[in-house]
């Protein structure tokens, strides 16, 4: 066990979240789409396990979060669940399934944690948003909030350069902070935006704050752990820190295979019957 854990748990809730914000204990958040890599990163020991809409980009291949679906954003959350022991599991709701429809987005939060078994949601945005997040609270579906770069608004941002950096963003961001706060959610994830506003944003709110592209100063960080692990090469934000490099050592790998089966080499006696 690590020397930095203070909290013990044997399974991770919103509870422990609120608990390690307390005591500074900093929260460590990944993304997981499928049973085999969430089982490894939960065996790791990260405390939340995010079934992000990045699934539409390094799972499926598209350009943006926006093309994913309901059903599918199911799919891998219950393959998720299925593989954790300790980490609370979030699921994204996709583009298109709550944003100007608090009805529907009650439907679509309901829909998620009865068919994939997920242990809380995550929704994009602010004030916009207020009426479906209070909706999907009022059914005690736990909501962490997500401000700053919301990438299933890119077309409407144009780009996914740095946000809030002008006084009236950064002004609006906190207020959204303090809103998701006052409405029950239970943490914010904060996308690229200047490293002092995050700090501000942590200070401002007794809700953990976790970043990505968010600074040193928030209470915990998140990472899309394709690329983390250096599976995706076409990706080099700043905030990104790889710790390994994935995608060459499986071409490696695949690459001895395929000369090991052309050669004859593979398989040798012992990997017969
Ligand atoms: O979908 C996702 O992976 C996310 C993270 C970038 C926080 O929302």
Redesign the pocket.
């Known amino acids: 066990m690590s020397v930095h854990r203070k909290i013990q748990t044997k399974r991770v809730t919103t509870n422990t979240l609120l608990a390690m914000k307390e005591v500074g204990e900093k929260i460590s958040?990944l993304?997981a789409y499928d049973y085999s890599l969430a089982k490894i990163v939960d065996a790791a020991g990260v405390d939340v396990i995010?079934v992000?809409?990045?699934?539409s980009n390094v799972m499926a291949g598209h350009e943006t979060?926006l093309p994913i679906t309901l059903d599918q954003m199911i799919y891998h959350a219950s393959s998720v669940v299925k593989a954790v022991k300790r980490a609370l599991v979030v699921v994204?709701l996709p583009f298109g399934s709550y944003q100007g429809d608090s009805k529907k987005a009650l439907s679509s939060a309901v829909q998620i944690m009865k068919e994939s078994g997920g242990h809380a949601i995550?929704m994009?945005g602010g004030k916009e948003i207020k009426d479906s997040i209070e909706r999907v609270l009022s059914a005690g579906v736990p909501v962490m909030g997500?401000l700053g770069l919301t990438?299933q608004s890119i077309y409407k941002f144009g780009t996914y350069a740095v946000r809030a950096k002008k006084r009236d963003e950064a002004e609006q961001l906190l207020k959204d902070a303090k809103m998701l706060e006052k409405t029950g959610c239970f943490g914010i994830?904060l996308?690229k935006i200047p490293a002092e506003l995050g700090k501000k944003v942590a200070e401002l709110v007794s809700i953990p704050v976790?970043g990505?592209g968010g600074g040193g100063h928030v209470d915990g960080q998140?990472?899309?752990l394709h690329d983390m692990l250096g599976i995706t090469v076409d990706f080099s934000p700043r905030f990104l820190r790889r710790y390994l490099n994935l995608f060459e050592d499986i071409k490696g790998a695949v690459g001895s295979y395929i000369e090991d089966v052309k050669s004859g080499d593979f398989p040798n006696e012992k990997e017969q019957y």
């Open positions: 958040m993304t995010l992000g809409d990045s699934a979060t994204d995550k994009e997500h990438p994830v996308e976790i990505i998140v990472l899309v």
